[in-house]
């Protein structure tokens, strides 16, 4: 077992009413799975996504990643934990425009204050099995969209999670750079990284073999 | 880790041009004028600093009782340094000290020096250090020390050591020997001379021997290591009583109130390192050091207002940073890292800043020195402790000012900065508060500017009482008879159409070419009261040049032998001696009577800020003028001048004319 979510509430206050952002989820995540994440606009998938990334909290209930219990865990603790095992890809895939692609796909490694050499190492390597060898110098905003988000779904991948937290990944992508992004995820899935991904397309979601729908918070 | 920080600043330098130029200017522009405002301030503290002695070294005064409150006096009588030195304990050396300038004849030409008449133990004192010669300067009375900058003034190229040279001492050539060279005085001493003369030789000596009426010269006191001025003090009242009981019996019987530890007079002593800044307060004579304050206040607030300005426009700024956080945070970055990184971009800008504004402080220097009239020098920071506060000072400013926004930024929660959603509840209080003071102070030197620069108008533009603007003032050079060069000048100017008027006087009205004012006060028993009045030798003409009002009565005339006996008085004055018609009154001196002949309306002989004190106007041939006063007509004043000029140089040969017209000299009060 990866994670396990149970009986999780968020809510906000608001003018003395408390909206409920989500409401009794239960959830096991299995090693190996990729999950699709369903639902309309502010049924909480976003929220949900976060939440199993550690960026966010939530207001009851229990969360376990790994057998450890990250409800009770110290912030610095939780961030070891994600800063290892969990990596993120964006909508708008949120590369440091001032660092080139080499740098970009790094900087994860010098949180993770890994040596120099590996560092190189690592970073030629995701290079390579990308394709993006001579891309390396250039800036994010040099790169096509399709370019950007695999240099974003390359920096996920560089420090080895267990996990992939994907928030729309082909949302800002047409349909072929799409699809190609799709087809990472199905293969990096196959080589046993699990992926949790929010998505609106029916069809990326077929990629998934579980798919969570969300309505009002709740998982139907 | 921190290479990638560095990188990451400097490319997002390079990205925002205009924000990190504006912000780097206005940096550098303040971190230049705080630079030069603070050196100021610290060349102002450091004035004879360089006297090994300097912690055992103080200036003497002497404060005396007055039924009007206590009166100090920086001038002392001849005796005192021995008496000093030789009855009050503690005390390991005084020495005579005299400011005067000295006229030096070479052939056709004289040089007019400045001249010291020191104690041979000045040397020893003071640290003065001797480049050629005799280490101890002034063995023999005869024997004088010249300064390297004069000796290269006066004699050129030529070799100076042990040359024999002519003093004009009371119209007598005096022959002495130059028997060592100073190095040139540093420019934070606060002792000024070209030529250094034993006492003994000055005019004055022979007629003031053991008299203790006659105050004409400094006396500085070196006291013994574990000596402590206020002990001095107190041991110096007996002293004084031993050898002024007449005059303190006299206070006394006045019903002049004793001071605080019953004394009527007695000596203090002045820090030499507080000589420079000293001022005179309740009859004591203090340092004041608003100045520096005023010089480190303003330094500061100028770094205030560039700091708050850096901060808003960092946190401004960092809107479009949010996303770059989010990210970090999410990548793993802990606040701490992400705090770190933020502020070295401050600290990038500010030492960037901080460097320039060195450059720029260095640039603007020698203006710097030139209107503020200060001889500072970056030199001054070469100094280990120096540079280590300058660096901690640039770090600690960047901590608050680059520290506040790297802070907000830090904090900041990962989802919110992801989003790029500014949270701005309350957090803008303290950058609204910011801004209120960055606007405070601006306002605050605004204002103090144009208030500054109205006072002034009003100083320059204000009626003083006396011809200004077209009366020029000429320091006379002394070496003939006073009265008969300006007989002379006179003759040979009054023809000349636009000269109005000529004449003479022992003191100058501002600060003129010479840059030396001075002061003569005397005082008398008038009617059982004691009266105190500034003394003014002056020829003839005075009041008619100066275009001073004549209330009552008439001006001197040179016709009348009687007029020698006279004094002409101003309001101030005829008040003092409380006599309802002064022109009728007579004042002894000395058992002579002098006759009061006339009564001018005040006028400010002395700086804008002093009350008019009393005043009289004495014609006495036997007391010598310093200054030639040439009235002008407002039409062609070049002309004018360069007539005088032409006189001068066919009547004083070989010597400059250094004239300068009233307006001139009161405006150099300001500065």
């Given at each position: 077992m990866l994670l396990q979510l149970n009986n999780i509430f968020k809510w906000v206050n608001s003018g003395g009413q408390r909206i409920f952002l989500l409401k009794d989820i239960n959830l096991t995540v299995e090693e190996g799975e990729f999950i699709s994440i369903m639902g309309p606009s502010g049924s909480g998938k976003s929220t949900l996504l976060y939440l199993l990334g550690m960026l966010d909290g939530f207001d009851e209930g229990e969360y376990h990643f790994l057998e450890e219990p990250v409800h009770t865990m110290k912030e610095k603790h939780r961030s070891n934990l994600y800063k290892e095992y969990i990596g993120f890809v964006f909508q708008s895939y949120h590369l440091l425009d001032e660092l080139t692609v080499w740098e970009n796909l790094e900087m994860p490694l010098l949180y993770k204050k890994i040596g120099s050499a590996e560092r190189k190492a690592k970073v030629a390597d995701m290079l390579d099995r990308f394709n993006i060898v001579a891309k390396k110098d250039l800036f994010p905003p040099q790169l096509s969209g399709g370019q950007q988000q695999l240099v974003g779904v390359a920096r996920a991948l560089i420090s080895n999670p267990k996990l992939i937290l994907a928030d729309e990944p082909t949302g800002n992508l047409n349909s072929k750079q799409g699809e190609e992004i799709m087809e990472l995820f199905k293969q990096l899935n196959s080589e046993g990284v699990t992926i949790i991904q929010v998505t609106h397309s029916e069809k990326n979601a077929s990629y998934a073999s579980r798919v969570i729908n969300l309505l009002d918070g709740r998982m139907i | 880790m921190f290479k990638n920080y560095f990188i990451i600043a400097w490319r997002n330098l390079i990205r925002n041009k205009t924000f990190s130029v504006l912000n780097i200017l206005g940096l550098s522009v303040s971190f230049g004028v705080a630079v030069l405002l603070c050196l100021a301030a610290l060349f102002e503290l450091s004035y004879d600093s360089f006297h090994e002695n300097v912690d055992d070294m103080y200036q003497l005064y002497s404060s005396e009782q007055f039924v009007k409150g206590p009166e100090v006096s920086l001038s002392n009588p001849e005796p005192m340094a021995q008496v000093v030195k030789n009855e009050i304990p503690g005390v390991h050396d005084a020495v005579r000290y005299l400011d005067d300038s000295a006229l030096l004849v070479k052939g056709e030409n004289n040089f007019t020096l400045d001249g010291a008449w020191v104690d041979p133990g000045f040397f020893s004192m003071f640290t003065?250090?001797?480049?050629?010669?005799?280490?101890?300067?002034?063995?023999?009375?005869s024997h004088v020390a010249i300064t390297k900058a004069a000796a290269k003034n006066v004699f050129g190229d030529a070799k100076v050591l042990g040359k024999t040279i002519q003093l004009l001492i009371d119209g007598e050539q005096k022959s002495f020997e130059i028997t060592s060279i100073l190095e040139d005085l540093p420019e934070n001493s606060s002792l000024g001379f070209e030529l250094v003369i034993n006492f003994e030789n000055h005019v004055e000596y022979e007629n003031s021997l053991g008299q203790w009426n006659q105050k004409y010269h400094e006396v500085y006191v070196q006291l013994e290591p574990n000596m402590s001025p206020a002990t001095f003090h107190k041991n110096s009242a007996e002293v004084m009583k031993k050898y002024l009981g007449d005059s303190i019996e006299n206070t006394i019987s006045q019903g002049t109130p004793p001071d605080a530890d019953g004394n009527y007079v007695s000596l203090r002593l002045l820090p030499m390192s507080d000589r420079e800044s000293m001022m005179v307060k309740d009859g004591l004579v203090t340092a004041n050091h608003n100045m520096v304050y005023l010089l480190f206040g303003v330094a500061f607030l100028i770094l205030i207002i560039a700091c708050v300005n850096f901060t808003n426009m960092s946190i401004a700024k960092s809107v479009q940073r949010l996303k770059e956080i989010g990210m970090r945070k999410t990548l793993g970055a802990p606040k701490k890292q992400l705090f770190v990184q933020l502020w070295c971009e401050s600290l990038i800008i500010f030492l960037i800043s901080a460097l320039l504004g060195i450059i720029l402080g260095r640039i603007c220097l020698d203006t710097f020195n030139t209107i503020f009239r200060t001889q500072v020098s970056l030199d001054q920071f070469a100094s280990i402790p120096m540079l280590l506060g300058f660096v901690f000072f640039v770090l600690l400013i960047t901590f608050l000012s680059g520290g506040y926004p790297a802070m907000i930024m830090s904090r900041m929660g990962t989802i919110q900065a992801l989003k790029g959603k500014w949270d701005s509840n309350g957090k803008n209080r303290l950058r609204n508060a910011l801004i209120v003071v960055q606007f405070c102070i601006s306002i605050l030197f605004i204002s103090g500017t144009l208030i500054l620069w109205q006072q002034t108008n009003y100083m320059k533009n204000k009626d003083l009482g006396f011809n200004k603007d077209f009366v020029i003032s000429v320091p006379l050079s002394g070496n003939a008879s006073s009265y008969e060069f300006i007989e002379l000048f006179r003759n040979e100017l009054i023809n000349q159409p636009g000269i109005l008027s000529v004449s003479g006087a022992d003191d100058n009205l501002g600060y003129g070419e010479d840059g030396s004012i001075s002061k003569s006060v005397m005082g008398f028993d008038h009617k059982g009261k004691n009266v105190k009045t500034n003394v003014l030798t002056v020829d003839a003409d005075y009041v008619k040049t100066l275009d001073i009002n004549l209330l009552e009565g008439r001006s001197f005339d040179a016709t009348r032998a009687a007029d020698s006996l006279a004094f002409i008085v101003n309001e101030s004055m005829a008040k003092d001696l409380g006599e309802e018609r002064p022109l009728e009154a007579t004042i002894m001196l000395d058992s002579t009577p002098f006759k009061i002949i006339g009564v001018v309306e005040d006028y400010h002989f002395e700086e804008l800020n002093k009350s008019i004190e009393p005043i009289t106007l004495i014609m006495n041939p036997t007391w010598g003028l310093y200054y030639a006063y040439v009235k002008v007509a407002p039409r062609n004043l070049t002309n004018s001048y360069d007539f005088i000029e032409k006189t001068w140089n066919r009547l004083q040969p070989g010597t400059e004319l250094r004239g300068s017209f009233l307006n001139e000299n009161v405006d150099s009060t300001f500065r």
């Open positions: - | 003065f250090p001797v480049a050629e010669g005799n280490p101890q300067p002034l063995a023999e009375k």
